[in-house]
Protein backbone atom coordinates (compact mmCIF):
# COMPACT_ATOMS: atom_id res chain seq x y z
CA UNK A 1 0.00 0.00 0.00
CA UNK A 2 1.19 3.50 -0.61
CA UNK A 3 1.89 5.85 1.87
CA UNK A 4 0.99 9.12 2.81
CA UNK A 5 3.36 11.15 4.55
CA UNK A 6 0.85 14.42 5.32
CA UNK A 7 0.14 17.70 4.16
CA UNK A 8 2.30 21.39 4.55
CA UNK A 9 2.74 24.28 3.12
CA UNK A 10 5.45 24.04 0.42
CA UNK A 11 6.74 27.40 -1.03
CA UNK A 12 5.86 27.56 -4.48
CA UNK A 13 9.53 28.16 -6.49
CA UNK A 14 9.98 24.72 -4.40
CA UNK A 15 7.42 22.78 -6.34
CA UNK A 16 8.04 21.21 -9.94
CA UNK A 17 5.56 20.77 -12.13
CA UNK A 18 5.30 16.70 -13.79
CA UNK A 19 6.30 17.01 -17.11
CA UNK A 20 4.58 13.75 -17.93
CA UNK A 21 1.38 15.24 -17.04
CA UNK A 22 -0.92 13.65 -19.13
CA UNK A 23 -3.96 16.55 -18.40
CA UNK A 24 -4.52 19.80 -20.29
CA UNK A 25 -6.73 22.38 -20.21
CA UNK A 26 -7.96 24.93 -22.67
CA UNK A 27 -7.16 29.04 -22.02
CA UNK A 28 -10.89 29.61 -21.10
CA UNK A 29 -10.64 26.73 -18.77
CA UNK A 30 -7.73 28.08 -16.99
CA UNK A 31 -9.41 31.52 -16.98
CA UNK A 32 -12.37 30.05 -14.95
CA UNK A 33 -10.09 27.95 -12.98
CA UNK A 34 -8.48 31.75 -11.59
CA UNK A 35 -11.79 32.50 -10.65
CA UNK A 36 -13.28 29.76 -8.75
CA UNK A 37 -9.58 30.17 -6.65
CA UNK A 38 -10.08 33.57 -6.54
CA UNK A 39 -14.04 33.26 -5.33
CA UNK A 40 -13.70 29.85 -3.20
CA UNK A 41 -10.10 30.05 -1.92
CA UNK A 42 -7.86 27.01 -1.90
CA UNK A 43 -9.72 24.47 -0.43
CA UNK A 44 -7.94 21.42 -2.07
CA UNK A 45 -4.32 20.14 -1.61
CA UNK A 46 -2.03 19.89 -4.45
CA UNK A 47 -0.34 15.91 -4.08
CA UNK A 48 3.08 16.56 -4.75
CA UNK A 49 5.45 13.24 -4.00
CA UNK A 50 8.79 13.29 -2.19
CA UNK A 51 10.78 15.11 -4.57
CA UNK A 52 8.00 18.23 -4.54
CA UNK A 53 6.52 16.86 -8.05
CA UNK A 54 3.15 17.87 -8.41
CA UNK A 55 0.95 14.50 -9.35
CA UNK A 56 -1.97 16.19 -9.31
CA UNK A 57 -3.14 20.07 -9.44
CA UNK A 58 -0.27 21.11 -12.05
CA UNK A 59 -3.09 23.57 -13.25
CA UNK A 60 -3.42 25.07 -9.84
CA UNK A 61 -0.08 25.08 -9.20
CA UNK A 62 0.42 27.16 -12.41
CA UNK A 63 -2.78 29.20 -10.97
CA UNK A 64 -0.96 29.92 -7.84
CA UNK A 65 1.92 31.37 -9.75
CA UNK A 66 -0.13 34.10 -11.39
CA UNK A 67 -2.43 34.44 -8.43
CA UNK A 68 1.03 35.35 -6.18
CA UNK A 69 -0.71 32.47 -4.02
CA UNK A 70 2.56 31.30 -1.84
CA UNK A 71 3.16 28.75 0.05
CA UNK A 72 1.18 26.58 -1.55
CA UNK A 73 -1.08 23.72 0.73
CA UNK A 74 0.34 20.06 -0.75
CA UNK A 75 -0.85 16.62 0.44
CA UNK A 76 2.77 14.75 0.33
CA UNK A 77 3.09 10.66 -1.01
CA UNK A 78 5.29 8.55 -1.28
CA UNK A 79 5.63 7.98 -5.17
CA UNK A 80 8.70 6.45 -5.76
CA UNK A 81 8.81 5.47 -9.63
CA UNK A 82 6.32 6.27 -12.32
CA UNK A 83 3.73 3.84 -12.52
CA UNK A 84 2.94 4.92 -8.72
CA UNK A 85 2.90 8.56 -9.80
CA UNK A 86 0.13 7.76 -12.33
CA UNK A 87 -2.05 5.74 -9.94
CA UNK A 88 -2.30 8.84 -7.62
CA UNK A 89 -2.71 11.22 -10.71
CA UNK A 90 -5.58 8.77 -11.98
CA UNK A 91 -7.17 8.38 -8.52
CA UNK A 92 -7.18 12.28 -8.21
CA UNK A 93 -8.61 13.00 -11.04
CA UNK A 94 -11.12 9.82 -11.32
CA UNK A 95 -14.72 10.69 -11.77
CA UNK A 96 -16.46 7.86 -9.78
CA UNK A 97 -19.98 9.80 -9.69
CA UNK A 98 -22.14 11.58 -12.28
CA UNK A 99 -24.51 14.38 -12.03
CA UNK A 100 -28.24 13.26 -12.29
CA UNK A 101 -28.95 16.68 -15.10
CA UNK A 102 -32.61 17.37 -14.06
CA UNK A 103 -31.88 17.46 -10.13
CA UNK A 104 -29.01 19.48 -11.30
CA UNK A 105 -30.62 22.07 -13.24
CA UNK A 106 -33.59 21.93 -10.36
CA UNK A 107 -30.57 22.60 -7.84
CA UNK A 108 -29.00 25.83 -9.40
CA UNK A 109 -31.66 27.07 -11.26
CA UNK A 110 -33.07 28.09 -7.29
CA UNK A 111 -29.28 30.47 -7.11
CA UNK A 112 -28.36 31.20 -10.70
CA UNK A 113 -28.59 34.54 -9.77
CA UNK A 114 -26.64 34.63 -7.14
CA UNK A 115 -23.42 32.19 -8.98
CA UNK A 116 -21.54 33.21 -11.75
CA UNK A 117 -22.75 30.15 -13.98
CA UNK A 118 -20.02 30.89 -16.34
CA UNK A 119 -17.01 29.86 -13.30
CA UNK A 120 -18.01 26.71 -13.89
CA UNK A 121 -18.60 23.10 -15.91
CA UNK A 122 -20.15 19.76 -15.44
CA UNK A 123 -19.30 16.50 -16.90
CA UNK A 124 -22.62 15.16 -18.47
CA UNK A 125 -21.19 12.70 -20.21
CA UNK A 126 -19.59 15.09 -22.38
CA UNK A 127 -18.30 19.14 -21.01
CA UNK A 128 -20.94 21.27 -20.52
CA UNK A 129 -21.30 24.90 -18.87
CA UNK A 130 -24.45 25.42 -16.19
CA UNK A 131 -26.17 28.31 -18.05
CA UNK A 132 -26.30 25.65 -21.34
CA UNK A 133 -27.63 22.84 -18.73
CA UNK A 134 -30.27 25.17 -17.47
CA UNK A 135 -31.01 26.46 -21.33
CA UNK A 136 -31.98 22.56 -21.75
CA UNK A 137 -34.64 23.11 -19.25
CA UNK A 138 -37.34 25.39 -19.36
CA UNK A 139 -39.16 27.01 -16.77
CA UNK A 140 -42.57 24.22 -17.51
CA UNK A 141 -39.57 21.11 -16.89
CA UNK A 142 -38.53 22.29 -13.79
CA UNK A 143 -42.01 22.89 -11.98
CA UNK A 144 -42.42 19.62 -12.98
CA UNK A 145 -39.67 18.55 -11.27
CA UNK A 146 -40.94 19.46 -7.90
CA UNK A 147 -45.11 19.92 -8.02
CA UNK A 148 -46.42 21.79 -5.17
CA UNK A 149 -48.56 19.44 -2.68
CA UNK A 150 -51.95 20.10 -2.97
CA UNK A 151 -51.95 21.67 -6.09
CA UNK A 152 -55.69 21.55 -7.72
CA UNK A 153 -55.60 18.96 -10.56
CA UNK A 154 -52.89 17.51 -10.53
CA UNK A 155 -50.74 14.73 -8.76
CA UNK A 156 -47.17 14.01 -7.99
CA UNK A 157 -46.42 10.26 -8.17
CA UNK A 158 -42.71 9.23 -7.27
CA UNK A 159 -40.85 5.63 -8.22
CA UNK A 160 -38.41 3.75 -7.45
CA UNK A 161 -36.29 2.20 -10.63
CA UNK A 162 -32.83 0.77 -11.16
CA UNK A 163 -30.63 2.95 -12.64
CA UNK A 164 -31.13 1.04 -16.09
CA UNK A 165 -34.66 1.76 -15.98
CA UNK A 166 -34.79 5.25 -15.02
CA UNK A 167 -32.22 5.57 -17.74
CA UNK A 168 -34.97 3.91 -20.49
CA UNK A 169 -37.40 6.24 -19.32
CA UNK A 170 -35.15 9.43 -19.24
CA UNK A 171 -34.47 8.20 -22.59
CA UNK A 172 -38.40 7.98 -23.85
CA UNK A 173 -39.26 11.18 -22.45
CA UNK A 174 -36.65 13.35 -24.51
CA UNK A 175 -37.55 11.11 -27.13
CA UNK A 176 -41.26 12.06 -27.14
CA UNK A 177 -40.44 15.81 -25.95
CA UNK A 178 -38.41 16.26 -29.43
CA UNK A 179 -41.27 14.85 -31.41
CA UNK A 180 -44.36 16.04 -32.16
CA UNK A 181 -46.35 14.23 -30.72
CA UNK A 182 -47.40 16.08 -28.14
CA UNK A 183 -49.06 18.58 -30.35
CA UNK A 184 -49.89 22.14 -29.79
CA UNK A 185 -50.34 21.27 -25.80
CA UNK A 186 -49.32 24.76 -24.23
CA UNK A 187 -46.87 22.77 -22.07
CA UNK A 188 -45.26 21.42 -24.95
CA UNK A 189 -41.93 20.42 -23.17
CA UNK A 190 -43.79 18.70 -19.69
CA UNK A 191 -42.23 15.54 -18.34
CA UNK A 192 -46.04 14.63 -17.31
CA UNK A 193 -47.56 15.34 -20.82
CA UNK A 194 -44.44 13.12 -21.84
CA UNK A 195 -45.26 10.05 -19.68
CA UNK A 196 -49.22 10.54 -20.33
CA UNK A 197 -48.46 10.23 -24.30
CA UNK A 198 -46.69 7.09 -23.62
CA UNK A 199 -48.75 5.48 -21.28
CA UNK A 200 -51.70 6.28 -23.80
CA UNK A 201 -49.79 4.72 -26.55
CA UNK A 202 -49.30 1.52 -24.10
CA UNK A 203 -53.09 1.44 -23.18
CA UNK A 204 -54.43 1.60 -26.18
CA UNK A 205 -52.05 -0.69 -27.29
Known sequence: MAKIIGDKRIPIDQLKNW????RGLKEKDFERLKNQIKRLGIYVPLVVNENNIVLSGNMRLRAFRELGIDPVWCMVVEAKDEPTMIEYALSANDRVGYYEDDKLAELVSQYKTEIDLGNYSVDLGKTTDLQTLLDQ???????????PDGQPGFEQMTFTLSTRQADMVKNAIAKVKTSEVLGQSEN??????AISKICEKYVNG
Open 19 to 22: DKNP
Open 137 to 147: FSPEILNDISL
Open 188 to 193: KNSNGN
